[in-house]
């Protein structure tokens, strides 16, 4: 019989997991649909789902707003939790994937994540920097910047990501509405994306 061993653990380095799951999202095509798929996905019954993306190459940012169902402080906090399940999967709704990327892909691209939600009239804005991953030089987590925590809003739901710092050359918007336009071409209903002033068919 096989005895577990004393003091032997299986460890993951959380800043090395993030960063190596951001190394996947290398562009900004793929970094945009990662957040516009989860704003298209998860919304609320009866609402049509539509997505705005901000492409601001002089200021090196992106931005993404949803009109999803956004997310209440538990749902913000297994957002960041890393490899942790879907919570829709969990519960038997099928979706997208099992293990969330959305708090690695800015950092394929980016310095800086932005997450501002709003849920049954309660906002809460979180933000992490690339600088604060690569200061973790262990296992321990890494802290997010809490900003606002459920304050009080007359707000619709849904969720803004602003991704700040890019490092790319340019931002390629052609790029992105075609590769927006590819996917949308398959999703399962109708759906609205807007890249800056060009509405995604």
């Known amino acids: 019989m096989t005895e577990v061993g004393a003091g032997l653990f299986v460890k993951s380095h959380v800043a090395r997991d993030l960063l190596q799951s951001a190394a996947l999202f290398r562009n900004e095509h793929l970094v945009v649909w990662e957040y516009v798929s989860n704003g298209l996905q998860y919304v609320d019954p009866g609402v049509s789902p539509e997505v705005r993306v901000r492409l601001d190459d002089k200021g090196k940012k992106i931005a993404i707003a949803d009109n999803g169902r956004g997310m209440a402080w538990g749902d913000l906090q297994n957002f960041f939790v890393m490899h942790g399940e879907n919570s829709d999967r969990k519960a038997g709704r099928p979706g997208r994937g099992r293990f969330g990327t959305g708090k690695s892909a800015a950092f394929g691209i980016a310095g800086r994540l ?88």
Do not use: Y
């Open 114 to 201: 932005e997450v501002t939600t709003v849920r049954s009239g309660k906002r809460s804005r979180v933000s992490l920097d690339r600088s604060d991953i690569d200061a973790m030089g262990n296992e321990s987590p890494i802290s997010v910047m809490m900003n606002e925590q459920e304050v009080p809003t007359t707000e619709a739901n849904g969720t803004k990501i602003v991704i700040s710092e890019v490092h790319l050359r340019r931002l390629d918007q052609k790029r992105v509405i075609t590769f927006v336009e590819q996917q949308i071409s398959h999703w399962p209903r109708d759906v609205v994306v807007w890249v800056n002033n060009h509405q995604c068919h």
